[in-house]
C-alpha cells in the first residue's frame, strides 16, 4: 500500500535556530497535507499543497511541494518555543478515502 | 462552541472491562473518523463513517465497534478491554470524504487499561 517517510523522527535545536522536516512517497501524489500536534494536544491542519513545485508560506513556515510530487518539506525559520509539537505530514490513499500518516517529526526547542 | 468534541477526556479502567468513547461534531460535517495514536505517535486509523454509513474499516479487532446514530455522532465501544489498548484515542470529521478535504481533530481521549 501507499505510504510516506518523514524524517527527521526527532529534532532538538536552539531557539532562533531553523527546522526543517521531510516527507518522501515513492509514488507521484495528488496532494499533501501537513498538520501540528502540540504536546498533550490534537493534530491541526496547517496548510495543503496540491500543484507540482507549489511554495506556501505561513509567516515563519514555508511549505515546499516538490516539482516531481513526490515530496514535500516544512521549513521553521528562527524557531521559537512556540513551535514546539510534532509536525505530520498526511498524504491521499489513493482511493480518495482516507489519510495516510507520517510518523511525525518532533521538535524540541531550547529556550 | 468546540467544533468537535470527545468524552471522556480521560478513561482509567481494568483489564476485561467494556468502554465507550463519544464524538460530536457541530461544523456539519458528513464524515468522521476514530483514530488511534499510540505512544510513539503514530496516528492509525481505525474507522469512518460518511453520512451513518460505514466507510473504512481498518484491522480493527472485533472488540472495537464504531456506532454513528447521525452524522453528528460517531462513539467507539470497546469490549473485553486489553492492555494494549492504552493509546489516546482522537475522533476527526471532514466536509466529504474526498482528498482534499481538511480533517478537524477533537482533543482525544486518554484510555489507560490497568
Known amino acids: 500500500g501507499q505510504q510516506v517517510m518523514q524524517i527527521p523522527q526527532y529534532q532538538h535545536v536552539q531557539e532562533g535556530e531553523d527546522f526543517t522536516t521531510y516527507c518522501n512517497s515513492s509514488t507521484t501524489l495528488s496532494n499533501i497535507q501537513w498538520y501540528k500536534q502540540r504536546p498533550g494536544g490534537h493534530p491541526v491542519f496547517l496548510i495543503q499543497?496540491?500543484?507540482s513545485g507549489e511554495v506556501k508560506k505561513q509567516k515563519r513556515l514555508t511549505f515546499q511541494f516538490g516539482e516531481a510530487k513526490k515530496n514535500s518539506s516544512l521549513h521553521i525559520t528562527a524557531t521559537q518555543t512556540t513551535d514546539v509539537g510534532t509536525y505530520f505530514c498526511a498524504i491521499n490513499a489513493g482511493n480518495n478515502r482516507k489519510l495516510i500518516w507520517g510518523l511525525g517529526t518532533s521538535l524540541a526547542v531550547n529556550p | 462552541d468546540t467544533a468537535v468534541s470527545q468524552t471522556p477526556k480521560y478513561l482509567v479502567t481494568q483489564m476485561g472491562n467494556d468502554k465507550s468513547i463519544k464524538c460530536e461534531q457541530n461544523l456539519g460535517h458528513d464524515t468522521m473518523y476514530w483514530y488511534k495514536q499510540d505512544s510513539k505517535k503514530f496516528l492509525k486509523i481505525m474507522f469512518s463513517y460518511n453520512n451513518k454509513e460505514l466507510i473504512i474499516n481498518e484491522t480493527v479487532p472485533n472488540r472495537f465497534s464504531p456506532k454513528s446514530p447521525d452524522k453528528a455522532h460517531l462513539n467507539l465501544h470497546i469490549n473485553s478491554l486489553e492492555l494494549g489498548d492504552s493509546a489516546v484515542y482522537f475522533c476527526?470529521?471532514?466536509?466529504?470524504?474526498?482528498?482534499?478535504?481538511?480533517?478537524?481533530f477533537g482533543p482525544g481521549t486518554r484510555l489507560l487499561v490497568l
Open positions: 499543497l496540491v500543484k
Open positions: 476527526a470529521s471532514s466536509q466529504g470524504g474526498g482528498f482534499l478535504e481538511t480533517q478537524y
